[in-house]
Structure formats: structure tokens, C-alpha cells
């Protein structure tokens, strides 16, 4: 809903608020409700909260043993069912080596079918292994975007594919919250750069600022605050977790690295950015798949979502998946916690 206007009581063709006219503020309210258009409008439930559910690398694949594939399916309704989440992100490798558009669909359905058929609101990003599918993104995303209840977006013109933005409304048709999806794409070439992992790109982190600068103008100068999901872990959340038990710049430290971060070794200027805006207040990726750490490193909790599947490479240990509760009381330090999986499904359950 857009913030009403100051209607001139004497009849002028342009009346201002401040510096900004009247048909520049329609200009902007346009752009920004464009841009956080969607599907299925995200709203606070009525007691002010909304939970966010992370399903993290379940490198769904069709050819895989049968009861691999039904345990995935079996976590995501014990979740769903206990969570009772409000929008479900799916934070990439989600599905790996489907060989045309028919198996991919045939992926995603296990992984989305429970939602669909509750009716619940999810999206997603990408990670390394949905390149390993031999369906282009391109064609990957209008499939997505093709189920009732996806809600995914992508902005053409930037790096990768699949970079947007959502809105968390109030009741009062204003803008509550904010939900940020990039895509930190797969593998570098290592010609030009360190490491192995692919990174978030410049053009990206350029839209994030003037579409979050874009917003708090939408928003009478005030920031709206929110969470950021990608798949591949920046190198600062390395950074800050060799630095847990500096309380200076680690705020809190929860749950544990259990396997070495993999992130992008490129060093952007994405946590800049955030630290500069002040608005993101806490991050997820996947793509380590026993590792379930919250930092809260100068404000900003960098987090990680275990894997909920045994298509990975780890088949037991650690599996769950995050959840956050975003609530206008509690968005400058939004509490985050893990749901794990604790029965294991196996070949005995069946």
C-alpha cells in the first residue's frame, strides 16, 4: 500500500512534500510497489510476527535411491507442520543433474509439492550444483515461477539469475519487513580470480543499495529492515568467526562450524554495503552442509542453514533447517534458531 499523499487544499496541478514533488513522489511510489510486486502478498500475521522457514541443499535428483527421496519429503512436512512458517526459502542446491525440464519438475516436486498443497508462499536462489542441471537458468526459473505458490523474481538486467526483493506488509497496508534473495552464482574462473566459488557481483550489491535507499524514500526516510539470502558464504563470515571471543566485533556466537567454510574467497562489497545501510539485519546461505553457526558480527548475524537431505555429501550428522521470526519489536536483533531433524529416516522406517 502506498504511504498516502499530502493533498494541496488550494486545488494547485502539483503540490510537494518537502524537496519532492508530487508526480516525482507517484514516480517513486510506482517503482518501488513495481519492484516488491508479487504473487501472493506477504503480510504480519495479526500478533505481529512472521516466521521464515530455510531449506538449505537437498540436491534433489530423481535417479537417487527412492528412500533418500521420500526422507526429503517426509523432513520438509515434519517441518513445515511444527514451523507453521509464512514464507519457505529454498537457499539453493536444491535440485542437481536433472537431465531435461520434465525431470527437473519431477525434482521440484518433492521438494515443493507440501507447500503447494498448503498453500504456503515460497522462493528461491540458486547454488553451485543448480548449474549441474542440464536446464539452463533461464529455463529453470520460468519453471519455478510457474507454480501457484512460488513467489520467485528476477531482476533481467543484473549479474546471475534470480537477485530480488520482497516486502513483509503490516496490517495497515504498510511496509514492515524486507526479504532480499541474490544469486552468488557458482564457480569463479580461476584465471581471474582466487578460490573456487563463484561471488556476489558488483552490479548486484549496486541495485541492493539503490533499491534500499529507493525504499526509505518510499518509506518517509526511514529504513525498512530485513534479512538477506544466498547461497555461497561471504569471506567475512570466515573473518568473523575467527574472531568469536573478541566481543568487540562478535556480538554472540551460536550452534558450530563442523566442516571448513567454503565461501567465495573474493572479497566484495556486499557486508560493506549492509554495514553502510544499516538495514539487513541478519544473512543465510547454505552451501556448508553440517555447519548451523550464528556470528553476530557488528550487528549483522551471519548465519548458515544445515542440509536437510541424504543426497549430500554428509548423510547423517547435522540436518535441520533455520528458521527466523521477523517482528517490528524485534527486527534490529531478529532471533534465529535451527529445527533439527532429530528421528532419521532410514531403510528400517519403510
Not at 519492484?35 to 538449505?56: C, P, Q, W, Y
Not at 539470502?229 to 573473518?239: C, G, M, Q, S, T
Not at 567454510?261 to 538495514?279: A, H, K, N, Q
Amino acid at each position: 500500500m502506498a504511504i498516502p499523499l499530502a493533498l494541496s487544499s488550494c486545488g494547485e496541478e502539483e503540490t510537494t512534500t518537502g524537496d519532492t514533488s508530487e508526480q516525482e513522489r507517484l514516480a517513486l511510489e510506482e517503482k518501488v510497489e513495481t519492484m516488491l510486486e508479487s504473487k501472493h502478498k506477504l503480510t504480519f500475521n495479526d500478533d505481529g510476527s512472521f516466521r521464515v522457514l530455510i531449506i538449505a541443499d537437498t540436491h534433489m535428483n530423481a535417479d537417487a535411491d527412492v528412500l533418500k527421496i521420500q526422507a526429503v519429503r517426509d523432513r520438509i512436512k515434519l517441518l513445515v507442520d511444527k514451523e507453521k512458517p509464512n514464507l519457505v526459502i529454498f537457499t539453493g542446491d536444491n535440485t542437481i543433474y536433472s537431465s531435461n525440464a520434465v525431470i527437473l519438475r519431477r525434482n521440484l516436486a518433492v521438494l515443493v509439492g507440501y507447500l503447494e498443497e498448503k498453500q504456503i508462499p515460497w522462493c528461491h536462489v540458486y547454488g553451485n550444483h543448480d548449474h549441474e542441471n542440464a536446464v539452463d537458468l533461464a529455463k529453470q526459473q520460468e519453471i519455478y515461477e510457474s507454480y501457484e505458490y512460488c513467489i520467485s523474481k528476477d531482476v533481467t538486467d543484473l549479474s546471475g539469475t534470480g537477485t530480488y526483493v520482497h516486502g513483509v506488509y503490516n496490517k495497515d497496508g504498510s511496509l514492515g519487513s524486507l526479504i532480499w534473495l541474490i544469486d552468488s552464482g557458482a564457480y569463479v574462473d580461476k584465471s581471474k580470480y582466487p578460490g573456487y566459488y563463484d561471488f556476489i557481483k558488483e552490479d548486484q550489491i549496486s541495485w541492493y543499495k539503490e533499491s534500499s535507499l529507493l525504499i526509505k524514500e518510499y518509506n518517509n526516510g526511514t529504513s525498512v529492515k530485513g534479512i538477506m539470502a544466498f547461497h555461497i558464504p561471504l569471506i567475512e563470515n570466515r573473518v568473523a568467526y575467527n574472531n568469536v571471543g573478541n566481543s568487540e566485533v562478535v556480538y554472540e556466537f551460536t550452534g558450530g562450524v563442523n566442516e571448513a567454510m567454503c565461501p567465495s574467497e573474493v572479497d566484495t562489497s556486499l557486508l560493506e554495503t549492509i554495514f553502510e545501510l544499516g538495514d539487513i539485519k541478519a544473512n543465510v546461505t547454505g552451501h556448508d552442509h553440517v555447519n548451523d553457526y550464528m556470528i553476530n558480527y557488528q550487528g549483522v548475524k551471519l548465519t548458515s542453514s544445515p542440509n536437510l537431505s541424504d543426497l549430500t555429501y554428509y548423510t547423517a550428522s547435522l540436518q535441520g533447517s533455520r528458521v527466523f521470526d521477523l517482528n517490528m519489536s524485534t527486527m534490529d536483533n531478529v532471533p534465529t534458531y535451527v529445527e533439527y531433524v532429530i528421528e532419521r529416516l532410514n531403510s528400517n522406517d519403510y
